[in-house]
């Protein structure tokens, strides 16, 4: 997930709780028919709500809600596991990648094998070997069947999420129906490094400009920005709760 941090300075931190506490006390009051609800005569901070009131259960998701808000965020990428947390903001994601190496997993960075994974920094030859070792099956020819054959059909996938749909899956899986399964593996792994390697060196190119001062200059003038505009929603809020 693309994460917004609260880095604007103590204004915007304190900004960023305040906003917080009010999204807490909205979600806990509203939610009347939630886990979240708790009798009317039970404060929040009463001892036998604890039972019924993890914090976990919401303290995370309108942590992400906060983030979205207090910034006026309009577009939000996530994982799928994230997509339950944004519902308090109105987005969800539809599409998912899976692991290279067991495909009925979603890809992750923290899966333990990190031959499972394509990471943008990976080069040429970390792609290609990733891609070869990546698990598919002994069928012959290529075909997209997320049931049978998870593993080609996850790499079919790969290709088109890089082209952004189009061609579709099956039709990326026809084009190339009739390559053997290492040609196809060479043809994905190309594939995502021909994508990547813009990426890549511009990731290259931002970490080391200025021998890594102008990452620092960039995440100042954010601040500052950050500052301003968590202040304007603030005094937003505070004006419609009354404060």
């Known amino acids: ?42 404060s929040i901070l009463d001892p036998s709500a604890k039972a019924k009131l993890k914090l976990g259960l919401f303290s ?4 992400q809600a906060a983030d979205i808000l207090l910034y006026g965020t309009t577009q939000v990428p996530v994982g799928e596991d994230q997509v339950q947390h944004l519902e308090f903001a109105r ?16 890809m992750s960075k923290s899966h333990d094998d990190s ?7 990976d080069d ?8 070869k070792l990546a698990l ?11 049931v049978t054959r998870p593993g080609v059909s996850n790499l079919l996938a790969l290709v088109s999420f890089l082209n952004n749909g189009r061609p579709t899956c099956e ?32 990731y290259d190119l931002l970490m080391n400009a200025d021998d890594g001062r102008y990452l620092d200059d960039v995440a100042r003038v954010g601040a500052d920005k950050a500052r301003k505009e968590a202040e304007k929603t603030m005094t937003l809020v505070r004006h419609a709760i009354g404060l």
């Open 1 to 42: 997930m693309y994460y917004l941090l609260p880095v604007g300075g103590e204004g915007t931190r304190r900004a960023y709780v305040d906003l917080e506490l009010y999204c807490v006390h909205r979600v806990v009051t509203d939610n009347k028919q939630s886990k979240l609800a708790l009798p009317d005569e039970i």
């Open 60 to 63: 995370y998701p309108v942590l």
């Open 91 to 106: 987005e969800s994601l539809a599409r998912r990648v899976m692991s290279l190496k067991e495909p009925q997993l979603k």
């Open 115 to 121: 031959r499972s994974r394509i990471l943008i920094t």
């Open 124 to 131: 040429h030859e970390e792609i290609h070997t990733k891609i």
């Open 136 to 146: 598919t099956d002994s069928m012959q020819g290529v075909s997209f069947d997320p």
């Open 171 to 202: 039709e990326v899986a026809q084009q190339y129906s009739a390559l053997s399964m290492h040609d196809f593996k060479s043809m994905v792994a190309s594939t995502i490094n021909e994508h990547l390697s813009g990426i890549r060196a511009r």
